[in-house]
């Protein structure tokens, strides 16, 4: 009878340790923000397509005013990236470009573990 018991235990046991490690992995292979930088304030209009999307690589387009006169409308856009000064674990990072209100950031993000960072986008 006491045998029964413990290969009901091994099991038991066996199973929490498959569920953990597999936590452990999926949590690993998610992608992770390490940094974010401002690339314009103040500005009269912002547009991203994708949001924070790192699965697709877009543009965010921006109007400002004249940074000399203040006055009148100037356009811009930025794309999202590879960066490749920020790896990590030898993977470029990517630099996602998002709208937040009147200010325009880049999401410096990993693309997990089972992903890399190409052209823009993690594949």
Known sequence: MEKKGGAGMI??????IVILI?????????????GKEMNYPNLISCEDSDGDNIKFKSTSVYTHSDSETGE???RG????YCDYENSVN???AIKEAICDGQNSYFLIKTCGWFS???????E
């Open 22 to 34: 597999g936590g452990i992995l999926y949590y690993l292979s998610l992608p992770k923000q390490i």
């Open 116 to 122: 890399k960072c190409v052209d823009g986008k993690c």
């Open 77 to 80: 856009s930025i794309t999202d």
């Open 11 to 16: 099991i038991l046991v066996s199973i929490i």
């Open 72 to 74: 009148g409308e100037n």
């Open 90 to 92: 030898g993977k470029p």
